[in-house]
T-cell receptor, first 116, second 114 residues
Framework: DTEVTQTPKHLVMGMTNKKSLKCEQH?????MYWYKQKAKKPPELMFV???????INESVPSRFSPECPNSSLLNLHLHALQPEDSALYLC???????????????FGPGTRLTVL | GQQVMQIPQYQHVQEGEDFTTYCNSS?????IQWYKQRPGGHPVFLIQ?????EVKKQKRLTFQFGEAKKNSSLHITATQTTDVGTYFC??????????????FGQGTILTVHP
């Protein structure tokens, strides 16, 4: 299995809702990432997990809460989001969390999130 | 912090013409990676360059990493309609403590007219 899967593909939520995005990989990768991407912009790093531990939080608001239950799964819990949080949320994985980012990242297809 | 500038932002070509996108970093990079994102799709890894002055080829695509490891380019020879998409460079931080972090360029959106 050489792919990263994400569910759901699309999500519409109100500002008071709580929802979760899920990401899964079975390539044995030990680094996993959450990115946010707006239209015509590059992916913007949110979080990095290295060996199931949070290693990077790019000053993301607390209404986004990541979780890595095991080496294959990555969740992003959403609560009290704002309309400006509407975007494509991409999960990625790479073989190992080397210090200088030497490994390629495999991206999932993303979750298209709309906050009303 | 580290910044990676990428130009041009947009490029429109006729099928068969060549295309080049350039990336320039404010700091020395440990490596540079290139990704392609088709319209409506997700980024897909193309290649990674690690050594100073490195040149790699993939069929019609040629990737270069500068001698100072601060710039890189992607050149496509004789574009085809299947080359349409956004091309991103992404630089790794030399000497940093950011595990796995890449800094993405702004991307070049390539349109190929048949």
């Amino acid at each position: 299995d050489t792919e990263v899967t994400q569910t759901p593909k699309h999500l519409v939520m109100g500002m008071t809702n709580k929802k979760s995005l899920k990401c899964e990989q079975h390539m044995g990768h030990r680094a996993m990432y959450w990115y946010k991407q707006k239209a015509k912009k590059p992916p913007e790093l949110m979080f990095v997990y290295s060996y199931e531990k949070l290693s990077i939080n790019e000053s993301v608001p607390s209404r986004f809460s990541p979780e890595c239950p095991n080496s294959s799964l990555l969740n992003l819990h959403l609560h009290a989001l704002q309309p400006e949080d509407s975007a494509l949320y991409l999960c990625a994985s790479s073989p190992s969390p080397l210090r200088t980012g030497d490994n390629e990242q495999f991206f999932g297809p993303g979750t298209r999130l709309t906050v009303l | 912090g580290q910044q990676v500038m990428q130009i041009p932002q947009y490029q429109h070509v006729q099928e068969g013409e060549d295309f080049t996108t350039y990336c320039n970093s404010s700091t020395t990079l440990s490596n540079i990676q290139w990704y392609k994102q088709r319209p409506g799709g997700h980024p897909v890894f193309l290649i990674q360059l690690v050594k100073s002055g490195e040149v790699k080829k993939q069929k019609r695509l040629t990737f270069q990493f500068g001698e100072a490891k601060k710039n890189s380019s992607l050149h496509i020879t004789a574009t085809q309609t299947t080359d349409v998409g956004t091309y991103f460079c992404a630089g790794g931080n030399a000497g940093g403590t950011s595990y796995g972090k890449l800094t993405f360029g702004q991307g070049t959106i390539l349109t190929v007219h048949p």
